[in-house]
């Protein structure tokens, strides 16, 4: 159904490029996220009797437009 369906995924994955269409993703930083959550977790499991991290986070991302969009 070229031109009439628009598909877009999430991570930003390499194989994303590879596809046919290549794939319209949000890139968000995963690394960032990875350590934020061993954190939290290390927090917990050590009882850190320091005022407690915030626990929401935002991480920056942005839109990766490939053709799977129906754009160019």
Do not use: H, N, Q, W
């Not at 159904?1 to 995963?30: H, Q």
């Not at 009797?49 to 990766?64: H, I």
């Amino acid at each position: 159904m070229p031109g009439e369906l628009a598909v877009a995924g999430f991570d930003d994955v390499k194989e994303a490029a590879l596809t046919d269409p290549p794939l319209t993703t949000v890139a968000s930083d995963r690394t960032a996220m990875a350590r934020a959550a061993v954190d939290l977790v290390l927090d917990d499991a050590l009882r850190v009797t320091a005022p407690r991290r915030e626990r929401l986070r935002v991480y920056p991302s942005r839109l990766v437009i490939r053709r799977s969009c129906g754009c160019g």
